[in-house]
Each structure stands twice: as structure tokens, then as C-alpha cells.
């Protein structure tokens, strides 16, 4: 458990990078709503790419878990704007044979 520290970042693709440099990119194979409507997908997805040595490095697949928030609600005030979404969610990492 992180403790409210920052451990890695997430990014589109979807691509996860831990704090110590390694990546993985995954293929999103199931994906089912999220609690509510303002809630992004819950997803699994089987790990297709990595880079470096570090802690997610022998990663096969992961699942996004426990989704809060992170839909755009209503309409942009300008267009080309930014509306930005904010969401919590639980990534589990899993190595072969977990």
C-alpha cells in the first residue's frame, strides 16, 4: 500500500510507469461500467509491452478496481477548453501464475 504516497503514474494507451522507471502497456481484454455513471469502466487488461527493470517488469496483466469518478459531466464552457475530471481508482498488478 502506497499510504497516500505517489507510486507510478497512468497514462493513456493505457501505460502505467512506476516511480522507479519501468512501464508497461496493456490491451484492455474485459471492461464492465463503473458504479455509477459519473464512474470510469472497471477494466482488465493483459500486460503487451514493457520497459525496464523494475517493479512491474515481469507483470502479465492488471485490473482497474473500485473506479470513483473520472467521467466529464456536462458540456465544455469554451470550446478547445480543458475540463479536467478527477477519479480514484485501485490498479492490482498481477505476475504469471497469480
Do not use: N, W
Not at 502505467?16 to 502497456?25: C, F, Q, R, Y
Amino acid at each position: 500500500m502506497a499510504e497516500g504516497r505517489t507510486v507510478g503514474h497512468h497514462y493513456a494507451d493505457p501505460t502505467s510507469e512506476s516511480a522507479d522507471g519501468s512501464v508497461i502497456t496493456g490491451k484492455v481484454t474485459a471492461s464492465i461500467p463503473g458504479p455509477t455513471p459519473a464512474d470510469i469502466a472497471r477494466l482488465r487488461l493483459s500486460i503487451v509491452g514493457h520497459r525496464g527493470a523494475g517493479v512491474v517488469a515481469g507483470v502479465t496483466s492488471a485490473e482497474r478496481i473500485d473506479t470513483h469518478g473520472g467521467t466529464a459531466q456536462g458540456p465544455c464552457e469554451v470550446a478547445g477548453a480543458c475540463l479536467a475530471a478527477p477519479y480514484s481508482v485501485t490498479h492490482i498488478f498481477l505476475h504469471e501464475g497469480s
